[in-house]
């Protein structure tokens, strides 16, 4: 009975130690389009967006969590699909096509070749407060490539939260976001109107 005895604590304390050494998944968030409230006329513009830089900070894979002014938190379980750049250029190009009325929106480093203006976005500040806000600060300059003349702005939004949850904040992300391509979308038309 005795040797059963000494093989069973050893297999338990392993079986126990492998319960304890589980991951929890991890989950993958991106920011979406918002589709404006009322549809634009359509148009044969066309856009380029891009470049699109963001601090090192937030050019990770992880969420990056603002705790206080001086203190971040990489979360390894809640992560964004896709580089965060690429993210925030692909979500501003579809705000684009809606806002603008016009299919013609690519991001960079896609030909620039026939496009009519290119957004070039600095991201300057990406914070994320789940339960508290989204927060997005960024300069841009739309240019018409024809004849260079351009158009340069800032972009500072904070958004809201609707819970603690990752949804939520990267919902919140994505209004911010919306908010930037439509002061993009305002620089085309202003720019377009004065051709």
Known sequence: MRPRLALALPCTWLLLAAGCGSTPPSRFYTITAAPPATPAAPSDLAVVVGPVSIPAAVDRPQ??????????????????????????????????????????????????????????????????????????????????????KASTGRTRAREATADKSYDALAAAHSRAVARLSQDIADAVRTLDRAR
């Open 63 to 148: 969420i990056v969590v603002t705790v206080s002014s001086t203190q971040v938190w990489l979360d390894e379980f809640n992560r964004w699909a896709s580089p965060l750049q690429n993210n925030i250029g692909r979500a501003v190009a579809e705000n684009l096509v809606a806002m603008l009325g016009t299919p013609r929106v690519a991001t960079a480093p896609q030909t620039s070749v026939g496009a009519d203006y290119r957004a070039a976005i600095e991201v300057q500040r990406f914070d994320s407060a789940p339960g508290e806000a989204a927060t997005l600060d960024a300069v841009w300059t739309v240019s018409r490539t024809a004849d260079g």
